[in-house]
């Protein structure tokens, strides 16, 4: 059986798509690992700063979490900060989690050239594999950015060895989003092999697809909605997939005080509100979560679907 998945009415292209096995007695746990700090600051200066030390010490709150909930996920890791903080990668790996990439830069693809996405690819799957010296089988694309216009980015990955994405998200979003496409993993024939695609679950409501999966999403939804969202997406018969941000789990307020100027203070003061908005709840709604229902790895979920 296959799908044809259009991206949307203003493009041309299409991809087919076929069911691929996983086990949907579990739902997936991923967790984007990001410096704030670094990507805002980029953002609103231009400029580079050093990644902040909160980046570990965040994602040893989650660890800590799992370990209580016997939960395991999957950590996208920016290769950047798999450099600058090796051991936390080790941990992560060590506790039984899979690590996977989320490009070495965090630069989204549409701002990239094909060559640049092909040696920022590999930048980070080779500071990965040297660090927990296993082969790393999963990618997403930083801010979901295989979109419409990018969906040569595939090609490239594929290329590169990496055997699933979740970078996909199906629906029509102001920044991304691919809303036509497939609400549950599937497998996508390439020119050149294929390659899986694991999009972040969203819920169809009068007619489109509305996320419900991670993000500033499940902050600011109440814990109810997540959970009967959940429950809907399991009686379609598909794992949830869930993504979420480490510096969600970080102490104190995310803020640009100390930033290098000039920047926007209008703007700084907009992405740092977004931010926080409702941040404090998402240990607790986490830890609920977690209690109610199992969550494993994108690795262990399409154990079927990937190489040996």
């Known amino acids: 059986m296959t799908d044809r998945a259009a991206c949307d009415s203003s493009?041309?292209?299409s991809v087919r798509t076929h069911p691929v096995a996983v086990d949907a007695s579990v739902n997936i746990l991923s967790i984007d690992v990001e410096c704030w700090d670094w990507i805002i600051c980029r953002k609103l200066t231009g400029q580079l700063i050093q990644h902040s030390k909160e980046v570990p010490a965040a994602v040893d709150r989650l660890l800590e979490l799992f370990a209580a909930k016997d939960a395991r996920g999957t950590f996208f890791v920016v290769g950047r900060l798999a450099e600058a903080?090796?051991?936390m990668v080790r941990r992560i790996d060590e506790q039984g989690h899979e690590v996977a990439v989320h490009g070495h830069t965090h630069i989204p693809i549409v701002r990239l050239t094909r060559d640049e996405f092909r040696d920022d690819?590999?930048?980070s799957i080779d500071m990965i594999t040297g660090i927990i010296g296993k082969p790393v089988f999963g990618f997403r694309a930083p801010e979901f950015s295989i979109v419409s216009q990018t969906m040569w980015a595939l090609e490239i990955l594929a290329d590169c060895g990496i055997a699933y994405d979740s970078s996909i998200f199906p629906f029509a979003g102001?920044?991304?989003?691919?809303p036509?496409?497939?609400v549950g993993p599937v497998r996508i024939d390439l020119d050149e092999g294929s390659i899986v695609e694991v999009p972040p679950s969203v819920v169809r409501l009068l007619g489109r697809n509305l996320p419900v999966a991670g993000g500033g999403y499940f902050r600011l939804l109440p814990y109810g909605a997540t959970w009967r969202a959940v429950d809907r997406v399991r009686e379609e018969g598909r794992p949830f997939v869930l993504y979420l941000h480490s510096y969600e789990f970080g102490s104190g307020r995310?803020?640009?005080r100390g930033f290098p100027r000039p920047f926007d203070p209008w703007a700084a003061r907009k992405?740092?509100?977004?931010?926080n908005l409702l941040k404090s709840s998402v240990r607790r709604k986490l830890a609920h979560l977690l209690e109610s229902y199992r969550f494993t790895s994108m690795k262990e979920?399409?154990?079927d679907a990937l190489p040996a």
Request: no cysteine.
């Open 254 to 256: 995310l803020t640009s």
């Open 301 to 303: 979920a399409l154990r």
């Open 121 to 123: 690819v590999r930048r």
């Open 11 to 13: 493009t041309e292209w």
């Open 180 to 182: 036509q496409f497939p």
């Open 174 to 178: 102001p920044r991304y989003g691919v």
């Open 85 to 87: 903080f090796p051991d």
């Open 271 to 275: 992405v740092g509100f977004t931010s």
